[in-house]
Nanobody, 114 residues
Framework: QVQLVESGGGLVQPGGSLRLSCIASGTIFSISRMAWYRQAPGKQRELVAAITPGGTTNYLDSVKGRFTISRDNAENTVYLQMNSLKPEDTAVYYC????????WGQGTQVTVAS
């Protein structure tokens, strides 16, 4: 059974930083494309960043230069380093594993406010 467990969300002031983590179990993590999505109240879920098994990344335009996705295959973990956070980054952030069967984590709340 595949499980994705996120952590690292919280309340941060504008301009601050947070690092989200997602630990995967029950799957061969090293060959999985992983991603972070987010959903703000009243908005559709959107792709924030993704990383292939080989380490190729892509980002939502509005987070380029501020967010970095990375992975540690030995630890079955994918990270999202978020710097220079803005109020519009406020959302629930979800870890996602794509493949023949896709899986979502439970989500972690990120709130950017003064």
């Amino acid at each position: 059974q595949v499980q994705l467990v996120e952590s690292g969300g919280g309340l941060v002031q504008p301009g601050g930083s947070l690092r989200l983590s997602c630990i995967a179990s029950g799957t061969i993590f090293s060959i999985s494309r992983m991603a972070w999505y987010r959903q703000a109240p009243g908005k559709q879920r959107e792709l924030v960043a993704a990383i292939t098994p080989g380490g190729t990344t892509n980002y939502l335009d509005s987070v380029k230069g501020r967010f970095t996705i990375s992975r540690d295959n030995a630890e079955n973990t994918v990270y999202l380093q978020m710097n220079s956070l803005k109020p519009e980054d406020t959302a629930v952030y979800y870890c996602y594993k794509s493949g023949a069967s896709a899986y979502w984590g439970q989500g972690t709340q990120v709130t950017v406010a003064s």
